[in-house]
């Protein structure tokens, strides 16, 4: 009993659980000797029989979600290595999850039959998988929320119903939104964190003024506001291209309700770093010392990566070296950006020195220091080299990863050097952890594009959702443009017709071309009924569609 008592304190299981399942947990492992595994699932109660438990002893198992890394997570504390079975359910989650997404994907309009009819463990962290392999496609995303409500057992957690608040925040999606905040709240999920979620996805649409209302909303719903909710609020819009009205809620803010931190500066500083004005960036440095906040190193890293892309790579440098006389440690951030200012100048000797630096520094090797010297490589042309860094970092086993190749990728296409590029993308599903993301399909895709290969394109798109990856708005709209230009009208209305199927309202240059191509070919019924069934996506109650 008091390994079950450390294991049940470990795993964070309230004293009341005993040896039933709470409403927290939607399934539960069972491991009895002789590695004999019982899944006992969801069951009216969530009870195991006390005869049961009387023959058999029993370790008990939960499914843990961290902020970071959602994966199921099962522990024998007797016979189980943790770490194994931790990769073991993960892999299998992710497995399931890319099977779901192809399935939902390739059914749209049978979403619910074809869930019912498949074979899915549910719980939170698989919900959570498909959810954010869903995150382009909002209609989709919210079918298969309803739908796993709907299952017998299984409570939605507030990751699962923040990961549906981003995907419908991207279809602009707003008054559904709104009902899913009453939604927690009813069922006391809401956090701070929906908030700031749904400030983030009005900034990004410009909806400056709904952006800072949904923060202020937080006290309408029982939230205290704080100077973090805030600071979070200035960093959404500040990353979002509206630093101005960020500078203006933080004075309002220093003037009327709270005493700002060196955070709250430290965000400003990013905010007007990211639109190179360096005059309001000294300002409100200036006003940091002066209020008695010496920068530190995250400060100063902000400060010279807004020099090094404003191209003052010299100034740059004199900050590097006025940190250390302040005897400021540079965190490998600083040694990136200065990696990655000074090699896209081609200052490629100076950027390798910085390298040298970061290495002699103490701190562990990581992938994106190793990334910036690919890239300074790359922008001197100089591929063979950022080849064998990418054969140092195996070494180290820190990649390389999809970015390292998303960086080879953009520098061998701008080189025009095509077949070159196609071929590193093809390598990459055979290294583990750089499999392609959208972002890599997406420079794949728009290659061909330019080069008026849409044929490789539509190759490279069908391998994208035989991988269960869903496009984004961007990626859809350059496929339908390059296809209306060569004259596959069916393929472009085949497109088109996902793009409408995930909820994505298509751009009203895109539309316009395709609308415009289909009358040239004397289509203008087609181009009718593509406009009545984007009139139809505009007025549909989104919240009507899958209840």
Not at 12 to 24: T, V
Not at 91 to 109: A, F, L, Q, V, W
Not at 130 to 150: D, H, I, P, Q, Y
Not at 314 to 339: G, N, R
Request: hydrophobic share 35%.
């Amino acid at each position: 009993m008091g390994r079950l008592r450390y294991l049940n304190s470990l795993l964070n299981i309230p004293e009341k659980f005993h040896f039933s399942c709470s409403s927290a947990f939607n399934s539960i492992t069972v491991f009895i000797p002789k590695s004999q595994i019982f899944s006992l699932d969801s069951t009216p109660d969530n009870k195991i029989s006390p005869e049961f438990l009387s023959n058999h002893r029993l370790n008990f198992c939960r499914s843990i979600h961290s902020t970071l890394y959602k994966t199921q997570v099962s522990i024998d504390a007797d016979n189980e290595d943790p770490d194994i079975k931790t990769e073991s359910l993960s892999n299998k989650i992710t497995e399931d999850g890319e099977r779901i997404c192809k399935m939902i994907s390739s059914n749209t309009s049978e979403i619910d039959f074809c869930l019912d009819n498949a074979s899915i463990e549910l719980s939170p962290a698989f919900v959570l998988e498909v959810l954010k392999r869903l995150s382009n496609a909002g209609f989709l995303a919210l079918s298969f929320f309803r739908w796993a409500e709907k299952q017998k057992g299984f409570k939605h957690s507030s990751e699962s119903y923040n990961a549906l608040i981003e995907s419908l925040g991207k279809i602009k999606q707003f008054k559904m939104i709104w009902e899913l905040v009453n939604e927690m709240q009813r069922k006391k999920l809401l956090t701070k964190d929906t908030f700031a979620l749904i400030s983030r996805r009005y900034a990004r649409v410009r909806m400056v003024d709904e952006a800072i209302d949904a923060v202020e909303k937080m006290e309408k719903f029982g939230l205290r506001l704080e100077l973090s909710d805030f600071n979070r609020l200035i960093d959404v819009l500040s990353k979002s291209k509206h630093v101005e009205r960020a500078q203006e809620v933080f004075d309002k803010m220093k003037k009327r309700r709270f005493d700002p931190d060196i955070k709250s500066y430290t965000i400003l500083l990013e905010g007007w770093g990211s639109k190179l004005n360096l005059l309001r960036l000294n300002e409100v440095y200036r006003e940091m010392k002066e209020e008695g906040f010496e920068p530190d190193a995250v400060a100063y890293g902000i400060v010279i990566n807004a020099h090094c892309k404003a191209k003052k790579h010299d100034e740059a440098v004199e900050l590097f070296h006025e940190m250390e006389l302040k005897s400021c440690k540079p965190s490998p951030h600083i040694f990136c950006t200065l990696i990655n200012g000074l090699g896209s100048e081609k200052r490629l000797s100076e950027s390798l020195e910085f390298f040298e630096l970061s290495q002699k520094s103490g701190f562990p090797p990581e992938a994106p220091t190793f990334n910036a010297v690919v890239g300074a490589y790359c922008c001197s042309m100089r591929m063979d080299e950022a080849y064998m860094m990418m054969d140092e970092m195996r070494k180290y086993g820190i990649g390389p990863n999809s970015r390292t190749y998303d960086i080879i990728l953009r520098h061998l296409i701008k080189a025009e050097r095509t077949e070159e590029a196609y071929s590193i993308f093809q390598k990459m599903s055979s290294e583990t952890g750089a499999e392609p993301t959208v972002s890599t399909y997406e420079i794949v895709v728009r290659m061909f594009c330019n080069e008026d290969r849409v044929d490789m394109a539509m190759r490279v798109w069908d391998q994208m959702k035989a991988r269960g990856v869903l496009p984004g708005m961007h990626m859809l709209s350059t496929l339908i443009n390059s296809l209306c230009h060569q004259n596959k009208l069916d393929d472009a209305c085949k497109y088109f017709q996902e793009m409408v199927d995930m909820g994505i309202r298509p751009p009203a240059q895109m539309f316009s071309n395709l609308k415009q191509a289909l009358r040239d070919d004397g289509k203008e019924q087609t181009a009718v009924i593509l406009a009545q069934k984007i009139d139809k996506l505009r007025k549909t109650p989104f919240i009507g569609r899958c209840q």
